[in-house]
């Protein structure tokens, strides 16, 4: 079992600047991946970043040039900074992380951190 928890979430206005943290706890062995979603007012939940095992990062292009993904292995955890936020971030973020255990793939999600970044 693993353990997700966000932190790092607020209220900031337009070109601002918040930085989201996922701790990992828990049998945290064979990480494949982790990353982050969000899920906007209304919408459905959608990739934000996702950073691999072996530190390769991908964006979507609604993020790209603005949010940097990183991780510290030592913690176990991994960090979102967000930059020149727009109100189209708007959401929960939640975060997610893949592991292996033998042959088998596990998902786990954190319970979500709120961003709210207003005009």
């Known amino acids: 079992q693993v353990q997700l928890v966000e932190s790092g979430g607020g209220l900031v206005q337009a070109g601002g600047s918040l930085r989201l943290s996922c701790a990992a706890s828990?049998?945290?062995?064979?990480?494949?991946?982790m990353g982050w979603y969000r899920q906007p007012p209304g919408n459905e939940r959608e990739s934000v970043a996702v950073i691999t095992n072996d530190g390769s990062t991908y964006y979507a292009d609604s993020v790209k040039g603005r949010f940097t993904l990183s991780r510290d292995n030592a913690k176990n955890t991994m960090f979102l900074q967000m930059n020149n936020l727009k109100p189209a971030d708007t959401g929960k973020y939640y975060c997610?992380?893949?592991?292996?255990?033998?042959?088998?793939?596990?998902?786990?999600w954190g319970q979500g951190t709120q961003v709210t970044v207003s005009s």
């Open positions: 828990g049998s945290t062995v064979r990480l494949i991946h």
């Open positions: 997610t992380a893949l592991y292996a255990a033998g042959p088998d793939q596990y998902s786990y």
